[in-house]
């Protein structure tokens, strides 16, 4: 019944992310793969209950489902933090699934009668097939939450190039997904008791369901990387420059600036308008100011002002901005009407729009806590 229980709960999520106003690839990806859960756990509660003796094909037909989950995984991920939209390439990242599906192919023109003997001398005269199985789904399975982990960590990484303030879109529930499916294939790999797996499963289709849904707003990912917000600065008269617009995106990297065509005189010339207009206009106090509202400001493209910022600060856009911000904040605690507020207060003042955000900034520009800074200052 506690398996059963998980089949209907894949069901019942895949059938709201079908069903809900406004789905994305992420959305159908979820729901496809909530779908694929149901008819794993599925295939393993009719092999509990014997069915194999009815129709031992429909329970072989689940035997290659293990190797889609850690496709899945990336998939959604890559659909969730790539703005690029997904094609149908992506079904390359299933070819070990259906391959599977290929060495157990003579399995399924056995007569029922040899089907069942399969069964029950388990798995012999396959073994061979059966161990080529298992270490593929070892390889794939690491493979997978590796570079499932690896997009994610690309993907905050952008961000920083991108974005001052990051909380709110980091997507750390992902790393929690990773997470879990790490802990089934280390169950997969190391314990090897179907009983285990599947219940942990459960309780992965519970969680997966509940947050997956709950989070639906998170999953427009290409609103969370390139929608601007409301524009507070106005492109400012006299700063257009006479520079080429880069042919090719600039990337981020150990080469990322080797094709850029800006010169060094128009770099130096929109470092020197970038540090004018931050120590005059303060624009780092908009807690939602981005890198495109910058340079738009400026009247530059946006990979040129990333360019100046990484080359004459040694920074990204979200530290270059936070470093304004924490020194805002040390500035407003010497001004003696301030002591009236909070430390948070005051931080939200200078553009940070969590406690958790300017913590964190604070003490990788000042070494300390923002509490122990301001004790020391009495």
């Known amino acids: 019944m506690f398996y059963f229980a998980g089949i209907i709960l894949s069901l019942f999520f895949a059938f709201v992310l079908f069903t809900k106003k406004g789905k994305n690839t992420s959305d159908y990806l979820l729901a496809v793969w909530l779908l694929f859960i149901g008819w794993h756990l599925g295939s393993y509660y009719l092999t509990k209950q014997d069915y194999y003796l009815v129709n031992p094909a429909l329970i072989g037909l689940g035997l290659p489902l293990p190797?889609?989950?850690?496709?899945?995984?990336?998939?959604?991920?890559?659909?969730?933090?790539?703005p690029k939209p997904m094609t149908w390439s992506i079904l390359i990242y299933f070819t070990p699934f259906v391959f599977a599906y290929f060495i157990f192919a003579p399995f399924f023109f056995l007569s029922h009668e040899d089907q069942i003997n399969v069964y029950k001398n388990e798995?012999?005269?396959y073994e061979k097939r059966l161990l080529?199985?298992?270490i593929l789904l070892n390889v794939v399975g690491v493979f997978y939450i590796i570079r499932s982990y690896l997009q994610l960590s690309q993907y905050r990484q952008s961000l920083k190039n991108q974005f001052s303030n990051i909380e709110k879109i980091r997507l750390d529930w992902l790393t929690y997904l990773i997470v879990w499916i790490g802990l089934l294939w280390l169950v997969i790999i190391f314990i090897?008791?179907?009983?285990?797996?599947?219940?942990?499963a459960v309780f992965f289709i519970l969680w997966l369901g509940y947050f997956g849904i709950r989070q639906v707003s998170l999953f427009q990912n290409s609103d969370i990387l390139y929608t601007p917000s409301s524009v507070i600065l106005q492109t400012r008269p006299g700063l257009e420059l006479t520079i080429p617009e880069p042919e090719n995106e600039i990337k981020t990297g150990p080469i990322k600036y080797q094709k850029s065509s800006l010169s060094d005189e128009a770099s130096e010339e929109i470092y020197s308008r970038l540090k004018e207009i931050m120590q005059n206009e303060k624009c780092y106090k908009d807690p939602e100011i981005r890198l495109t509202q910058l340079a738009n400001y400026l009247n530059v493209n946006p990979n040129y002002l990333s360019q100046v910022i990484n080359s004459k600060e040694n920074k990204n856009f979200y530290d270059f901005i936070n470093e304004y911000r924490v020194q805002e904040f040390k500035d407003s605690l010497t001004v003696p009407a301030n002591k009236n507020?909070?430390?948070?207060?005051?931080?939200m003042e200078c553009g940070f729009n969590s406690k958790t955000s300017f913590?964190?900034?604070?003490?990788?520009?000042?070494?300390?806590?923002?509490?122990?800074?301001?004790?020391?200052l009495k």
Do not use: C, M, W
Request: charged share 15%; aromatic share 12%.
């Open 359 to 376: 913590n964190r900034n604070f003490k990788k520009v000042t070494g300390i806590a923002p509490t122990e800074y301001a004790s020391g």
């Open 67 to 82: 190797l889609v989950h850690g496709a899945f995984l990336y998939v959604y991920i890559k659909a969730l933090t790539d």
């Open 123 to 125: 798995g012999h005269p």
């Open 192 to 200: 090897q008791k179907d009983a285990l797996i599947f219940a942990v």
């Open 341 to 347: 507020y909070t430390l948070l207060a005051l931080a």
């Open 132 to 134: 080529i199985h298992s």
